[in-house]
Nanobody, 119 residues
Framework: QVQLVESGGGLVQAGGSLRLSCTASGRTFRSFAWGWFRQTPGKEREFVADINWNGNITSYTDSVKGRFTISRDNGKNTVFLQMNGLKPEDTAVYYC????????????WGRGTQVTVSS
């Protein structure tokens, strides 16, 4: 079973940037996209972005388009999320997943990384 470790979160002022990383160990499958999701207290986890195995197909939720960029390094089993122009509404715990289909996650979760954006 895959194990995921997310990192790179922190406290940043509105307009700032952060780069999240997620490294996977164990068995992963090329047929699945890898993705980022986020969750705030009392709300369901929501899709943020995903990327296919080759890295040439990405998709984003509308609220982050033009600000966030997902990428991956298959040699290091790592997926990244570059977040620019952060807004207070981006505050959440961010999770990655390595079994994403049609923007829904089917694999195990890591512990996530907290992103807090102050106004």
């Amino acid at each position: 079973q895959v194990q995921l470790v997310e990192s790179g979160g922190g406290l940043v002022q509105a307009g700032g940037s952060l780069r999240l990383s997620c490294t996977a160990s164990g068995r992963t499958f090329r047929s699945f996209a890898w993705g980022w999701f986020r969750q705030t207290p009392g709300k369901e986890r929501e899709f943020v972005a995903d990327i296919n195995w080759n890295g040439n197909i990405t998709s984003y939720t509308d609220s982050v388009k033009g600000r966030f960029t997902i990428s991956r390094d298959n040699g290091k089993n790592t997926v990244f999320l570059q977040m620019n122009g952060l807004k207070p509404e981006d505050t959440a715990v961010y999770y990655c997943n390595t079994e994403v289909v049609l923007q829904r996650a089917y694999g195990p979760w890591g512990r996530g990384t907290q992103v807090t954006v102050s106004s």
